[in-house]
């Protein structure tokens, strides 16, 4: 940043996707979701920096060159639909000229007329309507690009897919016809036996709960809470205080918004950056919490049953 000053978008992220599962990235907006996304397709600013280890397989993301990614990841291993997907569209080509060229890039179907077929059938999975294939980007709404981004991203069937807000733009029937694809992707595989991964980044827990296996909340930068989707969503609840916030804030449960706002990721506090917004705060939240049990809190609540 202006004046050599550093901001850790995200700090300490440890956690895996398997094949065959869906694991829900959540939280509020600026909180580092998408610059994780970005960190792991090597996507981010050239003024920032990444540390540790992202593996697929054994290869490390972080610490491969341009030419790995660009010939061997993107696409191939981990396919992207793009947050703003309007703004990763060439505004010259048709939607159907976008598909029939990643379809000729990331498959083995060659001949024009199969690759047309092939591009079609793209744009069925992701509900993208066949009479818009040949309009240009600035001609879809947002709902449609999103559609077009999707159809996109599914065409190499990659082993892992990272979908940055893949409902945005969308109603409520084309939010549930995505979601549905996306896990059918998953479970679907390779015909090989093999099972497809899904990071799915969302603010849309109703979509989150309908297709996750997992929930994984950030805020401020760091993974707060990491647990089962059953349990995040039924009866026993989130842990954290703050991941409870985020389902007293849907219209169908309690439509209550967490008190205050976010903190500035460059004037983070040395301990709890939730503290000032938590009812369960106490002084030992200016120290930063431990993760016990997938959950990052000195307060933590405690399930029925686990009580003393």
């Given at each position: 940043?202006?004046?050599?000053?550093?901001?850790?978008?995200?700090?300490?992220?440890?956690?895996?996707?398997?094949?065959?599962?869906?694991?829900?990235?959540?939280?509020?907006?600026?909180?580092?979701?998408?610059?994780?996304?970005?960190?792991?397709?090597?996507?981010?600013?050239?003024?920032?920096?990444?540390?540790?280890?992202?593996?697929?397989?054994?290869?490390?993301?972080?610490?491969?060159?341009e030419r790995t990614l660009a010939r061997t990841v993107r696409g191939r291993l981990i396919g992207l639909i793009p947050q703003?997907?309007?703004?990763?569209?060439?505004?010259?080509?048709?939607?159907?000229?976008?598909?029939?060229?990643?379809?000729?890039?990331?498959?083995?179907?060659?001949?024009?007329?199969?690759?047309?077929?092939?591009?079609?059938?793209?744009?069925?999975?992701?509900?993208?309507?066949?009479?818009?294939?040949?309009?240009?980007?600035?001609?879809?709404?947002?709902?449609?690009?999103?559609?077009?981004?999707?159809?996109?991203?599914?065409?190499?069937?990659?082993?892992?897919?990272?979908?940055?807000?893949?409902?945005?733009?969308?109603?409520?029937?084309?939010?549930?016809?995505?979601?549905?694809?996306?896990?059918?992707?998953?479970?679907?595989?390779?015909?090989?036996?093999?099972?497809?991964?899904?990071?799915?980044?969302?603010?849309?827990?109703?979509?989150?709960?309908?297709?996750?296996?997992?929930?994984?909340?950030?805020?401020?930068?760091?993974?707060?809470?990491?647990?089962?989707?059953?349990?995040?969503?039924?009866?026993?609840?989130?842990?954290?205080?703050?991941?409870?916030?985020?389902?007293?804030?849907?219209?169908?449960?309690?439509?209550?918004?967490?008190?205050?706002?976010?903190?500035?990721?460059?004037?983070?506090?040395?301990?709890?950056?939730?503290?000032?917004?938590?009812?369960?705060?106490?002084?030992?939240?200016?120290?930063?919490?431990?993760?016990?049990?997938?959950?990052?809190?000195?307060?933590?609540?405690?399930?029925?049953?686990?009580?003393?």
């Open positions: 940043m202006p004046g050599g000053r550093r901001i850790a978008a995200v700090t300490d992220a440890h956690f895996d996707v398997a094949a065959g599962e869906c694991l829900a990235l959540i939280g509020e907006s600026g909180c580092g979701k998408s610059v994780l996304a970005s960190a792991l397709l090597g996507l981010l600013p050239a003024n920032a920096q990444a540390a540790g280890e992202a593996r697929i397989g054994d290869l490390d993301l972080l610490a491969a060159d703003s997907p309007a703004a990763h569209l060439t505004p010259v080509r048709t939607v159907r000229s976008h598909l029939e060229e990643t379809v000729a890039a990331l498959t083995r179907t060659r001949g024009r007329a199969v690759v047309r077929v092939a591009a079609e059938t793209a744009a069925e999975r992701a509900a993208f309507p066949m009479d818009h294939l040949d309009r240009h980007p600035h001609e879809l709404s947002g709902g449609l690009a999103q559609r077009a981004a999707t159809a996109l991203a599914l065409v190499g069937d990659a082993p892992l897919l990272l979908a940055d807000e893949p409902t945005t733009g969308l109603d409520r029937d084309l939010v549930d016809h995505t979601v549905d694809e996306l896990r059918r992707h998953v479970d679907a595989g390779d015909g090989e036996g093999t099972r497809r991964a899904l990071l799915m980044i969302t603010h849309d827990l109703t979509a989150a709960e309908r297709i996750a296996d997992r929930v994984a909340v950030m805020y401020a930068g760091r993974i707060v809470e990491l647990t089962d989707a059953e349990t995040f969503f039924g009866a026993p609840g989130p842990r954290h205080p703050y991941s409870r916030g985020l389902l007293q804030a849907l219209p169908e449960r309690a439509f209550t918004a967490i008190p205050g706002m976010p903190p500035e990721l460059g004037d983070l506090p040395d301990g709890c950056a939730f503290a000032p917004r938590c009812e369960r705060a106490s002084e030992a939240c200016a120290t930063l919490p431990p993760t016990a049990a997938g959950t990052a809190c000195h307060h933590p609540h405690v399930r029925e049953g686990i009580r003393a």
